[in-house]
């Protein structure tokens, strides 16, 4: 039996699957292991290239394996799927695993570190609750409106519904409708709160971080957008350009071309849509304040914006706000408004 070089590995929550080859590509290595006995098994063998589906947990069984001097890479599920072969279970997918972690042209996910994956889960909780939050606004309205009771929208409609609701003098509303809308009043304060204290968080780590007070200086982008950004992109030289970052962000049109012919269509919306939907949210602030001239720093958004949709002006300013972003990332730069 040859000495293993190449380990697909196959995680799920509490039996995995593991296939080894050799150097000359005879397989080794077939069989299950249990969550307990992962780390003890690849302790028995000597390091080697392991392969893993960039999916839940990958990251922190990344960052084990590699403190044991196994070279791991990871790759999204979509780039591995072509690999398997006729019907899939465990192990067809732990072959194709390490049939791609073998190939020159793959695409590789970095492990990431604890403290990205934590920043990031600030994020990502953030992010629930302002859904939570704006569920309970939308609830509050549709309930009241059926009372007629009808605000306008933003803050100060959900402020003045409110206090209608907290004002047990108003004889608008029944008592027993208020004994029930109260407790989603609660809550919303609730909410509020919480993400005002994620807000603090994720605003403490961004000053703290070198290279996302850096991306802050870009028009568009801010504390938010800037940590979210540093601890996604682990290392900007897997990128070739910025067009390249701006694709991998799905902020490019979609190609459906064939026979020399150029069919371009809406963007492709692939890769980290929260990165994404951050970029186009900046890029609508900088076009509202072009466009009611309350900014003439930005000549080109101004320009684009006159000729083009508003909405795919803001678009193409997003994928601009990525090629800067990366410019920067390599550089070790800050943003300079070039002069008119």
Same mark, same amino acid.
């Given at each position: 039996m040859g000495?293993?070089?190449t380990?697909?590995?196959? *995680?799920a929550k509490?039996?995995f699957?593991?296939?080894?080859?050799?150097a000359?590509?005879?397989?080794?290595?077939?069989?299950?292991?249990?969550?307990?006995?992962?780390?003890?098994?690849?302790?028995?063998?000597?390091?080697?290239?392991?392969?893993?589906?960039?999916?839940a947990?990958?990251?922190?069984?990344?960052?084990?394996?590699?403190s044991m001097?196994?070279?791991v890479?990871l790759m999204p599920?979509a780039?591995?799927?072509?690999y398997?072969?006729?019907?899939?279970?465990?192990m067809?997918?732990?072959?194709?695993?390490?049939?791609a972690?073998?190939?020159?042209?793959m695409?590789?996910v970095?492990?990431?570190?604890?403290?990205q994956q934590?920043?990031?889960?600030l994020?990502? &909780?953030?992010?629930?609750l *302002?859904?939570q939050?704006?569920?309970?606004i939308?609830?509050l309205r549709?309930?009241?409106a059926?009372f007629g009771?009808?605000m306008?929208?933003?803050? !100060?409609?959900?402020t003045s519904?409110?206090?209608?609701?907290e004002?047990?003098?108003?004889?608008?509303i029944?008592?027993?409708?208020?004994?029930a809308?109260?407790?989603l009043?609660a809550?919303l304060?609730?909410?509020?709160?919480?993400?005002?204290?994620?807000?603090?968080?994720?605003?403490?780590?961004?000053?703290?971080?070198?290279v996302?007070?850096?991306?802050?200086?870009?028009?568009?982008?801010?504390?938010?957008?800037?940590?979210?950004?540093?601890?996604?992109?682990?290392?900007?030289s897997?990128f070739?350009?910025?067009?390249?970052?701006a694709?991998?962000?799905?902020?490019?049109?979609?190609?459906?071309? &064939?026979?020399?012919?150029?069919?371009?269509?809406?963007?492709t919306?692939k890769?980290d849509?929260?990165?994404?939907?951050?970029?186009v949210?900046?890029?609508?602030a900088?076009l509202?304040f072009?466009?009611?001239?309350?900014?003439?720093?930005?000549q080109w958004?101004?320009?684009?914006?006159?000729?083009?949709?508003?909405?795919?002006?803001?678009?193409?300013?997003?994928?601009?706000m990525?090629?800067i972003?990366w !410019?920067?990332l390599?550089?070790?730069e800050?943003?300079?408004?070039?002069?008119?």
């Amino acid at each position: 039996m040859g000495e293993v070089t190449t380990v697909g590995l196959d *995680i799920a929550k509490h039996v995995f699957q593991v296939h080894g080859i050799d150097a000359q590509g005879t397989v080794v290595i077939r069989r299950k292991v249990r969550r307990s006995e992962l780390l003890k098994f690849f302790q028995s063998i000597r390091p080697c290239l392991v392969g893993m589906e960039a999916c839940a947990t990958a990251h922190h069984w990344g960052r084990e394996l590699q403190s044991m001097g196994h070279k791991v890479r990871l790759m999204p599920p979509a780039y591995v799927k072509p690999y398997v072969k006729r019907q899939k279970n465990d192990m067809a997918d732990a072959e194709a695993i390490c049939e791609a972690v073998s190939r020159p042209t793959m695409r590789f996910v970095p492990v990431k570190t604890s403290e990205q994956q934590a920043v990031l889960m600030l994020h990502r &909780s953030r992010e629930l609750l *302002i859904r939570q939050r704006t569920m309970l606004i939308n609830a509050l309205r549709g309930h009241l409106a059926e009372f007629g009771v009808v605000m306008r929208q933003g803050a !100060a409609g959900v402020t003045s519904l409110i206090a209608m609701l907290e004002d047990h003098g108003n004889s608008l509303i029944d008592p027993t409708a208020r004994e029930a809308l109260l407790p989603l009043v609660a809550q919303l304060h609730d909410t509020q709160g919480r993400i005002a204290d994620l807000d603090r968080r994720i605003l403490g780590w961004h000053r703290s971080n070198a290279v996302s007070r850096r991306l802050e200086t870009i028009p568009g982008i801010g504390p938010i957008t800037a940590s979210a950004i540093v601890a996604t992109i682990t290392d900007p030289s897997l990128f070739r350009s910025g067009r390249q970052l701006a694709a991998w962000l799905g902020l490019v049109p979609r190609q459906n071309s &064939s026979g020399g012919k150029d069919r371009l269509g809406h963007i492709t919306k692939k890769g980290d849509g929260y990165i994404r939907r951050l970029l186009v949210i900046g890029a609508h602030a900088v076009l509202r304040f072009v466009r009611n001239g309350k900014s003439a720093s930005n000549q080109w958004a101004a320009e684009f914006v006159s000729r083009k949709p508003y909405k795919v002006a803001a678009t193409a300013l997003a994928n601009k706000m990525a090629r800067i972003v990366w !410019a920067l990332l390599t550089r070790e730069e800050e943003f300079k408004v070039r002069a008119a």
